[in-house]
């Protein structure tokens, strides 16, 4: 099947959402697929130097709303955790954690850039909220293949990251955010920190072994943040969505 339903985004934006799990099907084929299950947007990632790709998409009604930029780092040596603030606590995550994760999402992701952020027709409460639903989510499934990491200042909970095992020698860093009110202060360096020598500790083959993170292209704080911490870019993607019932506008129904 060239595409698959995004239930939550279904649930949360009040319209039938999918995204494309096959990155060679045509747009004709998607338009099949989404047609048979009622599909009204269709969310399509494409590699940025796919640019024929790119064209048919474009020529077939797909519009662009993100452009991911994903970085890499060897996990061939740790980093020493120094200068960390003596009222800072790292530490990993527990179930327990789930609502002061989710409450700290609250406040980073309000008025966030990401895909569902740019689309005129998806209302901007529900984008943010479906950030906040994402890390409370996260928080309730973890285990040895998906741990998380809160930091806590002078006992308060003002960030967390979370992270997933891709393959044995292969960690990415999935969702991560500091308090607005605690940033500029290290925390968010620290918390990937954690997370490299964490993913550094479970790889058996340190020269194989790498880690991975992404974020908008326009988001150059944590970009300069990852280049200090010895990652290098790796590869980019485009997020197009398409409206099949230009009719339907849950921004205005919601």
């Keep these: ?109 309000k008025n966030y850039f990401g895909h569902f952020h740019s689309d005129p027709k998806l209302e901007t409460a529900s984008a943010d909220a479906a950030y906040v639903e994402w890390a409370e989510t996260s928080f309730h499934r973890l285990s040895d293949t998906r741990p998380a990491f809160i930091a806590q200042l002078s006992g308060r909970t003002v960030g967390f990251l979370t992270l997933q095992r891709n393959a044995p020698e292969e960690w990415e860093i999935i969702l991560n955010a500091v308090a607005p009110d605690s940033q500029g202060q290290g925390i968010y360096g620290q918390l990937v920190t954690a997370a490299i020598n964490h993913a550094a500790s479970q790889v058996d083959n340190k020269e194989e072994g790498r880690i991975l993170i992404s974020t908008q292209l326009n988001n150059y704080a944590v970009q300069r943040v990852w280049t200090r911490q010895g990652f290098h870019i790796d590869h980019g993607l485009y997020t197009f969505h398409k409206w099949y019932d230009e009719a339907a506008n849950p921004k205005g129904d919601l």
């Design 1 to 109: 099947m060239p595409l698959e339903i995004d239930t939550l985004g279904t649930a949360r934006f009040g319209a039938t959402l999918a995204r494309t799990i096959d990155v060679s099907a045509t747009p004709q084929q998607l338009n099949t697929k989404a047609a048979e299950l009622g599909v009204q947007m269709l969310s399509t990632r494409v590699n940025c130097g796919e640019l024929d790709r790119i064209h048919a998409l474009e020529a077939d009604g797909h519009r662009l709303m993100d452009s991911l930029i994903y970085y890499t780092r060897s996990l061939r040596q740790p980093i020493a955790e120094d200068g960390k603030k003596t009222d800072l606590t790292i530490r990993g995550a527990t179930i327990e954690d789930a609502s002061s994760a989710a409450g700290v999402a609250r406040m980073a992701f």
